[in-house]
C-alpha cells in the first residue's frame, strides 16, 4: 500500500477512556488515525441513533491524532458522522473499543461498541469492535496487546467479507495464559433482570437494572463462551441481518 | 384455553401515541392487556438498554388495561420492567407498535419498536412488533385491521419457533388494495445520511440526522420490501443471533 492506511477509531465508553486511549495508541503504528467517539459514557445504548435530537461535535485533543472530534450522539452517530460528514473519503478500517466489558454472547446486541462496529460494516467498510472482559477503569489492555496487533494486521492484509465485522472479546487473564485465538460463533445466552427498588429523599421509588447472564448451551465448544472460559481471545463475525432463515418455511401459515 | 390470553403491549413511539391506543384496542378482544411503555417518544432507540441512569414506573391511564405504567425507560426497558417487576406471571404474548413509520429492511437494527419485539423473544415469549409505513400522527392504522387480527389469532393459536419474533410491516395502501400477508426476508439495504448542518443563536453548529434509503437488492422477490411495494403485508422472522455462520470457516486465518 503506498498510502498508510485510514483508521478510524471510536468506542461507546466516552473518547477519553483507558481502552480507546490503549487503541489508538495500537492502531497508531498501522495508519493514520481518525476518533470520533461519545462525549460521555454510552454503554448499553445497542444500535440508538439520534433522531429527535440535535447532534454536536467539538475538536479534542486526547489522542495523538491529526483528526479528532467528540460527538454528542451515540457510538453509531459518531460512525455516520464520521464516514458522512468529517471525512472525505471512505477509512480503511475502523475501530470500536477497547470495551470495559464483554460484549460475548447476546451483550452483542445491548453493545454501543459492537454496533458501531456493525454500522461500520454496513457502511461498507472492514469493522472490528474489541472488548475486554474486565468492567474495571484501571482494567490491563496490555496483555492481549500482540494479539491485538496480530488481529488488526489480518484485517489490514486480507480483504474481509462485505457487510461482516468481527466482535473481538479478550477474556481477562495475563498474557503468559492466553492461548490464543478461536473464530466461533455466538453463544445462546440470556440475562435474568433484576430490578433494584430505591427511594429518592422525596419518597418515590427509582429502580437500577441489574442481572446474571445465563449461558443456555454450556456444552457447547464452538461458541465465544467457551473460547473465553478456555483462555482464548474470541472472534464472532458478526453482521446485521436479523432474518431467522430457517423458519420463514414453518411459518407460512401465517401468509393469505 | 380457559383462562384469557396475558397480552403484553409496548412501543417506541410513547405510551399514548395513536398507534399503541388503537393497538391494545385491537388486543384487548383476544386477551387481557396489560401495558408498559415508554413515558416519551423513543424512535430510533435500538436495543438500547438503561444501565447509567435510573428508571422510574408511574401508572397511567390511556389503555382499557387493568395493569398499565409508563416508563422512563427505552422499550427495552420496558419489556425488561413488565416481564421482571410489574407482572407475577410470563405473558402469553407480546405485541410492540404500531409503530408510525417502517420498520423494514435495515430499520430493523435501529427500532425501539422491534427491539422490545427481539427483547420478548429472548424472554421465551411469543412477540410481534407491528410498523405502519407512515410517519404521520394522522396515519390510519384501521385499514389493516382484519390482517392484524388474523395474524395475533395465528400467533395465539400456533406455538412459535423458541427465540423468534414477527416483524410485521404494514403497506400505507387502503384496505381494498391490501394483496394479503407474505412470510419474507430482511431487504439488505442502508441508509445514506446527509447531516444537515445550522447554527443554533450563539453561533455554534449543529446537527440534524437525515438520509435516504437504498435498497441494494431491487430484483429480489422474498424480501420485504418486495412485498411492500407489491401491496402486501410483510412478516420476517427475526432474532438475536448476529453471527454470520457462512462466513466462519472462511475466517479461521484470524485463528492462532
Chains 1, 2 share one sequence.
Request: charged content about 20%; hydrophobic content about 35%.
Amino acid at each position: 500500500m503506498s498510502q498508510r492506511p485510514k483508521i478510524l477509531i471510536t468506542n461507546d465508553d466516552g473518547i477519553s477512556a483507558p481502552g480507546i486511549i490503549f487503541l489508538s495508541k495500537v492502531a497508531s503504528a498501522f495508519g493514520d488515525i481518525i476518533v470520533v467517539a461519545p462525549d460521555k459514557p454510552q454503554s448499553g445504548m445497542g444500535h440508538a441513533i439520534t433522531i429527535n435530537s440535535t447532534i454536536r461535535i467539538q475538536k479534542t485533543n486526547y489522542h495523538q491524532s491529526k483528526i479528532e472530534y467528540s460527538c454528542s450522539g451515540t457510538p453509531v452517530d459518531c460512525v455516520k458522522m464520521a464516514v458522512n460528514h468529517i471525512l472525505d473519503q471512505k477509512p480503511d478500517l475502523i475501530l470500536s473499543g477497547i470495551n470495559h466489558g464483554s460484549n460475548s454472547s447476546i451483550n452483542v446486541i445491548y453493545s454501543g461498541t459492537m454496533s458501531a462496529a456493525i454500522e461500520g460494516a454496513l457502511e461498507g467498510t472492514p469493522s472490528i469492535g474489541f472488548s475486554l472482559c474486565d468492567y474495571s477503569l484501571e482494567a490491563d489492555f496490555s496483555q492481549a496487546e500482540q494479539l491485538i496487533n496480530q488481529i488488526i494486521s489480518n484485517a489490514l492484509t486480507h480483504k474481509m467479507p462485505n457487510g461482516i465485522c468481527l466482535n473481538v472479546n479478550i477474556p481477562n487473564i495475563n498474557s503468559s495464559q492466553l492461548k490464543g485465538i478461536k473464530v466461533v460463533r455466538q453463544t445462546k445466552g440470556n440475562w435474568v433482570e433484576r430490578f433494584e427498588e430505591r427511594q429518592d429523599p422525596y419518597g418515590r421509588n427509582y429502580y437500577w437494572l441489574t442481572g446474571e447472564f445465563v449461558n443456555f448451551e454450556t456444552d457447547a465448544v464452538d461458541t465465544d463462551e467457551w473460547a473465553l472460559s478456555n483462555g482464548f481471545i474470541s472472534i464472532v463475525p458478526t453482521q446485521a441481518d436479523l432474518t431467522a432463515h430457517q423458519t420463514i418455511k414453518q411459518l407460512k401459515y401465517f401468509e393469505v
